[in-house]
């Protein structure tokens, strides 16, 4: 029978535990975790049973760090389902984007969620909803801008002394003055 036992010689107990304490991820502090207590001498049973998984599971994450070291350890992050748009369809939607929609001939003025996944249904029969369109927008680096209002007939001096009018009154009907 082989030996289930750390063969390489980095990093040390000190090392680990430093990696242990400051790492974020639940899956990879449970990785160096085991594979401290593989170094302190303990066997892939004792440590299954201490973290409450599989002996095989343990044996796997010392086997991947024996051969490759400790990005060998590593979980990879679950795949997730494909994007329903390719990258040159990403490119165009990108470049619509960057374009005024009245440009395109649409009666909306914003690309707002719904107004994207309209558009992308449109131009390259793929249905998004909503959300997803604005998950897409933003991992395609925009924000959500909406225009603000200027009402034209508003007298800048007439708010400036309502304001003001406000300020007073608000000044000598409060009690705690």
């Not at 992050?77 to 984007?97: C, F, I, M, N």
């Not at 400036?160 to 705690?176: A, C, G, I, N, R």
């Given at each position: 029978?082989?030996?289930?036992q750390?063969?390489?010689?980095s990093?040390?107990?000190?090392?680990?535990?430093?990696?242990?304490?400051?790492?974020?991820n639940?899956r990879l502090?449970?990785r160096?975790?085991?594979?401290?207590l593989?170094?302190?001498?303990?066997?892939?049973?004792?440590?299954?049973?201490?973290?409450?998984?599989?002996?095989?599971?343990v044996l796997?994450?010392?086997?991947?760090?024996?051969k490759?070291?400790?990005?060998?350890?590593?979980?990879?992050?679950?795949p997730?389902r494909?994007?329903?748009?390719?990258?040159e369809?990403?490119?165009?939607?990108k470049?619509?984007?960057l374009?005024?929609?009245?440009?395109?001939?649409?009666d909306?003025?914003?690309?707002?969620g719904?107004?994207?996944?309209?558009?992308?249904?449109?131009?390259?029969?793929?249905?998004?909803?909503?959300?997803?369109?604005?998950r897409?927008?933003?991992?395609?680096?925009?924000?959500?801008?909406r225009?603000r209002?200027h009402?034209?007939?508003?007298?800048?001096?007439?708010?400036?002394?309502f304001?003001?009018?406000?300020q007073?009154?608000?000044?000598?009907?409060?009690p705690m003055?």
């Amino acid at each position: 029978m082989r030996s289930l036992q750390i063969t390489r010689n980095s990093p040390d107990h000190d090392n680990l535990v430093e990696l242990y304490r400051k790492e974020r991820n639940s899956r990879l502090k449970e990785r160096y975790q085991a594979l401290y207590l593989l170094s302190e001498g303990k066997n892939c049973t004792q440590v299954a049973k201490t973290i409450k998984r599989s002996r095989r599971t343990v044996l796997n994450w010392l086997n991947a760090f024996n051969k490759g070291g400790l990005g060998a350890v590593v979980p990879n992050p679950p795949p997730g389902r494909p994007s329903r748009l390719s990258e040159e369809q990403k490119t165009a939607l990108k470049y619509d984007v960057l374009q005024h929609p009245r440009d395109l001939g649409y009666d909306f003025s914003n690309w707002e969620g719904k107004n994207v996944a309209f558009h992308v249904s449109e131009k390259f029969d793929v249905e998004l909803s909503a959300r997803q369109a604005q998950r897409l927008l933003h991992q395609m680096g925009f924000t959500l801008q909406r225009p603000r209002y200027h009402f034209q007939k508003a007298d800048p001096k007439q708010q400036d002394d309502f304001v003001q009018e406000f300020q007073k009154k608000w000044v000598l009907s409060d009690p705690m003055t």
